[in-house]
């Protein structure tokens, strides 16, 4: 079993920003791809980051040059760094870890980020 927390999320103005992280804990032998997805009510959960352990990143467009992933792999930890947010980027975003290529994955209980001014 592998654990995840969650922290960083808040409130945050438009043009600020804000930083998420997410520990790995647990029965831990690798961490296959690390990363970031969010939801708002009504629609369906969808990826905003992921970082696998070789370094391979995958964005989605709407955030592609104003966010950043990246990972400490020594902390088991991924962090998500959300630069220019825009009202549209208020979701609740959740953390997810791959352990391995073709096992399951997990998911942390979600953090609130909400864009207003």
């Known amino acids: 079993q592998v654990q995840l927390v969650e922290s960083g999320g808040g409130l945050v103005q438009p043009g600020g920003s804000l930083r998420l992280s997410c520990a790995a804990s647990g029965s831990i032998y690798s961490l296959y791809r690390m990363g970031w997805y969010r939801q708002t009510p009504g629609k369906q959960r969808e990826l905003v980051a992921t970082?696998?352990?070789?370094?391979?990143?995958t964005y989605a467009d709407s955030v592609k040059d104003r966010f950043t992933i990246s990972r400490d792999n020594a902390k088991n930890t991924v962090y998500l760094q959300m630069n220019s947010p825009k009202p549209e980027d208020t979701a609740v975003y959740y953390c997810?870890?791959?352990?391995?290529?073709?096992?399951?994955?997990?998911w942390g209980q979600g953090t609130q980020v909400t864009v207003s001014s």
């Open positions: 970082m696998t352990s070789g370094g391979f990143t």
């Open positions: 997810n870890v791959k352990p391995t290529r073709f096992g399951n994955d997990y």
